[in-house]
C-alpha cells in the first residue's frame, strides 16, 4: 500500500483501494478538460464525485450526466466510461458491501449535502489505511449515513436499442438543437412516426420531446461547465429565450445553470 503514513503521497491507483480493510476509502486525483476513462470496472461499489467540472458516465444501457455537487452511485462490477468536461476535480469513494449494509444494486445520481461534501474532503486528508475506531473510522460511518439518505435525481438519458431509434437518437445527440418534430425524423429513421413514438417508450422509457429535452440539458451542462454565457447555451439547445432554458433547466436538473457556471 502506497499510503501508510500521513506525510506519504495519496495513491491514484484504483486498484489500491478494492481490497481494504476499512469500508470505504477515498481517492483524490485531478483530470484535464476532455481527459477520457475507458469502460472500465471494480470489485467494491463507488461514488464518484468532482467537487469541481462536470462528468458524463456511460453504460451500455444508459447515460449519465453528473455536475457540481451531485454524484454517481455505481454498483461493484459495473462496466462504465467517464468523461471530463472542464477541469474536474475528483472524489471518488469505494465502498465495500457488508452485512450492515443495504447492497443497493442500482446506478443512480444523487444530490450532495453541503455535510456530505465536507466528509468526503475531510476523509481525503486521513491515511488510506485508517483505523476505523479512529476520526477516519468515525468520518466513514457519517458518510455511510449520508450517501444512505441522499436525494435521488433524474439525470440519466437511456439509449435505445432498436436500430432505427438508434439512427435518430445519434443525430439528435450531434445537433441537440435540431427542432424536427417527430414526423419529420420519420424518413430518416425509417419508420412512422407511430412506430417511432412506441418504440421510445419501449426503449427509453419517455416519450421523444422528454428524451430530446434530456438530451438538451446534458449538452447544456457541459457548456455551461466551460463558461459558456447562459443565453448561448439556450440558443445552442433549442430554446428561444434564456429565461425560458434556465426555468425548464433548474426544474429538470435540480440546479440552475448559473449555479453551474458559477462553480465551473
Known amino acids: 500500500?502506497?499510503?501508510?503514513?500521513?506525510?506519504?503521497?495519496?495513491?491514484?491507483?484504483?486498484?489500491?483501494?478494492?481490497?481494504?480493510?476499512?469500508?470505504?476509502?477515498?481517492?483524490?486525483?485531478?483530470?484535464?478538460?476532455?481527459?477520457?476513462?475507458?469502460?472500465?470496472?471494480?470489485?467494491?461499489?463507488?461514488?464518484?464525485?468532482?467537487?469541481?467540472?462536470?462528468?458524463?458516465?456511460?453504460?451500455?444501457?444508459?447515460?449519465?450526466?453528473?455536475?457540481?455537487?451531485?454524484?454517481?452511485?455505481?454498483?461493484?462490477?459495473?462496466?462504465?466510461?467517464?468523461?471530463?468536461?472542464?477541469?474536474?476535480?475528483?472524489?471518488?469513494?469505494?465502498?465495500?458491501?457488508?452485512?450492515?449494509?443495504?447492497?443497493?444494486?442500482?446506478?443512480?445520481?444523487?444530490?450532495?449535502?453541503?455535510?456530505?461534501?465536507?466528509?468526503?474532503?475531510?476523509?481525503?486528508?486521513?491515511p488510506i489505511d485508517y483505523d476505523i475506531k479512529s476520526r477516519g473510522g468515525l468520518i466513514a460511518g457519517l458518510i455511510e449515513l449520508e450517501v444512505g439518505r441522499a436525494r435521488e435525481l433524474s439525470l440519466s438519458v437511456p439509449l435505445p436499442r432498436d436500430p432505427r431509434l438508434q439512427r435518430l437518437c445519434a443525430a439528435i445527440l450531434a445537433n441537440p438543437a435540431d427542432r424536427k418534430t417527430l414526423d419529420e425524423w420519420s424518413a430518416i429513421a425509417g419508420a412512422s412516426p407511430r412506430t417511432l413514438a412506441r418504440l421510445f417508450e419501449r426503449d427509453v422509457a419517455m416519450n421523444f420531446n422528454k428524451w430530446r429535452q434530456r438530451i438538451r440539458f446534458h449538452n447544456a451542462l457541459e457548456a455551461l461547465s466551460r463558461g459558456n454565457p447562459i443565453s448561448r447555451v439556450a440558443k445552442q439547445n433549442g430554446y428561444q429565450s434564456a429565461s425560458a432554458f434556465s426555468a425548464a433547466f433548474t426544474k429538470e436538473m435540480g440546479i440552475a445553470p448559473s449555479k453551474v457556471s458559477r462553480d465551473s
Open 1 to 126: 500500500m502506497s499510503d501508510t503514513t500521513d506525510n506519504a503521497p495519496r495513491s491514484t491507483e484504483p486498484s489500491d483501494f478494492q481490497k481494504l480493510p476499512q469500508p470505504i476509502g477515498v481517492m483524490a486525483k485531478s483530470f484535464a478538460d476532455g481527459s477520457n476513462i475507458p469502460l472500465h470496472h471494480h470489485d467494491r461499489d463507488q461514488l464518484l464525485y468532482a467537487i469541481r467540472g462536470v462528468m458524463r458516465l456511460r453504460t451500455e444501457q444508459e447515460a449519465w450526466v453528473v455536475p457540481p455537487d451531485r454524484a454517481v452511485y455505481i454498483p461493484a462490477n459495473t462496466p462504465h466510461a467517464v468523461s471530463m468536461h472542464g477541469i474536474v476535480d475528483m472524489r471518488t469513494l469505494y465502498i465495500a458491501a457488508g452485512p450492515s449494509r443495504t447492497h443497493d444494486q442500482s446506478l443512480r445520481v444523487l444530490a450532495v449535502s453541503s455535510l456530505l461534501r465536507e466528509l468526503i474532503l475531510a476523509l481525503s486528508e486521513e
